[in-house]
């Protein structure tokens, strides 16, 4: 197992590497306009992208969602639109998950994975990812795709 994470972490590239090359692939927007040149930089600087890949209810009646964040920053307290359900929430919480553990912090920058405890049932929502980006089906199945409004 030692030797399986050791050549991981030498040989694939980190997120920011990574998405240069594959924002263009995945996501069928203009990726020479402001939202496309933030997601191929894995800009803390754009608008929060976040692409949900799993949800689950939480211990109060709370939504959390995990996923990657492509692009901005994310923290408790900002007003989330989701994308497909066409309605707003506000982020309770912003945490990290180490394996079973969940480790709450104040926010997460682009290029991370990360869970976000939401009020809103992300279940109604249909899969898809936000602004076309395309499903990366051997990877993970889209739940729903969060665009922070007050960033952009």
């Known amino acids: 197992m030692k030797l399986f994470f050791e ?15 594959r924002i263009e692939r995945i996501w069928d927007g203009q990726v020479n306009s402001s939202i496309g040149k933030a997601l191929v930089d ?11 890949t799993h949800v689950h209810s939480g211990g109060n ?11 901005g920053k994310i923290q408790k307290g900002d007003k989330l639109h989701l994308v497909d359900a066409l309605t707003e929430t506000v982020v309770n919480q912003v945490a990290v998950d ?8 104040n926010s ?3 290029g991370n994975l990360a869970s976000l405890v939401c009020l809103v049932r ?13 499903q990366i089906w051997f990877l993970s199945k889209a739940y729903a795709t969060f665009l922070n409004r007050s960033s952009h």
């Open 122 to 134: 992300l279940r109604q929502a249909k899969p898809s990812l936000m602004w076309h980006i395309r």
């Open 98 to 105: 180490m394996g079973s553990f969940r480790e709450e912090v």
């Open 42 to 52: 894995c800009s803390d600087e754009g608008p929060a992208v976040f692409c949900v």
């Open 108 to 110: 997460v920058l682009s």
């Open 61 to 71: 009646g709370d939504t959390v969602a995990t996923g990657r964040l492509f692009s």
């Open 7 to 21: 050549m991981a972490i030498k040989k694939l590239p980190n997120p920011k590497q990574a998405q240069e090359y």
